[in-house]
């Protein structure tokens, strides 16, 4: 062979190389389509795939809409709870009243409601320096303390009440060895609106007042 005979037979068999190829190429798209036809309707093989996740997504859409709706009503119920929490915190009842006068208040012949006259503080105005009654504005758990100060020569004997009835007492014996007594208790209380908290000075007793050393004091610790 001469050398333009090899060129001639080698160009003619690359074209028959190529030709086959892409007769086959055509072949096998031919193929596929037609395997498209059959299964999945007349469409084009990703259009199939495209609108099959749109029916999913659609799905998927429809319930994630659907839990939204329960979360905002959760929501709703939340935020209103949290508002009502807001309010009972922000509820402050606070007091601490001091006798006032100088000097001995007693002994009297009955049973009397101290009055504290000397506020010091009364955040809420829930007691009352006039009378000498706290009333709860509120339904909770308050804690109370009361401090006498007085001359040991006489008896000494006070209660903080209930509306009428007798909680928590502190008290001290005629002694001729005492030049002065102190006494003092404090009680934790679960109250109802209106329910009414005071310290009484028993019958034949007395305490001492000059520098706020006889107190009554309260604060709401916990709405219920
Ligand atoms: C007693 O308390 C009152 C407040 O009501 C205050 O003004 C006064 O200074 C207090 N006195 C003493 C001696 O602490
Ligand atoms: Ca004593």
């Not at 009397?112 to 809420?124: D, R, S, Y």
């Not at 679960?190 to 604060?219: C, K, P, Y």
């Amino acid at each position: 062979m001469n050398t333009a005979v090899f060129l001639l037979v080698s160009l003619c068999c690359c074209c028959c190389c190529c030709l086959s190829a892409a007769q086959e190429e055509i072949k096998k798209t031919e193929n596929e389509d037609k395997k498209c036809q059959t299964s999945e309707g007349s469409c084009y093989p990703d259009l199939c795939k495209l609108l099959k996740d749109f029916g999913v997504m659609e799905e998927k859409l429809r319930t994630t809409v659907e839990k939204l709706g329960v979360m905002e009503t959760q929501l709703k119920v939340n935020e209103n709870q949290l508002e009502e929490l807001k309010n009972k915190e922000r509820m402050k009842v606070i007091f601490s009243a001091a006798l006032g006068g100088n000097g001995p208040t007693g002994p009297i012949d009955h049973d009397t409601t101290l009055i504290f006259k000397n506020v010091i503080t009364n955040i809420g105005s829930a007691y009352n320096p006039s009378t000498g009654v706290f009333a709860a504005p509120v339904a909770g758990v308050y804690y109370f303390s009361f401090f006498y100060h007085a001359g040991g020569s006489e008896v000494k004997y006070i209660s903080l009440f209930k509306n009428g009835q007798r909680m928590v007492s502190s008290s001290d014996h005629k002694s001729s060895g005492d030049g002065a007594d102190n006494g003092a208790n404090a009680v934790t209380l679960q109250l109802e609106v209106g329910d009414q908290i005071f310290i009484r000075l028993m019958a034949n007793t007395h305490v001492w007042d000059s520098v706020n050393h006889t107190t009554f004091n309260g604060f709401l610790l916990k709405q219920v």
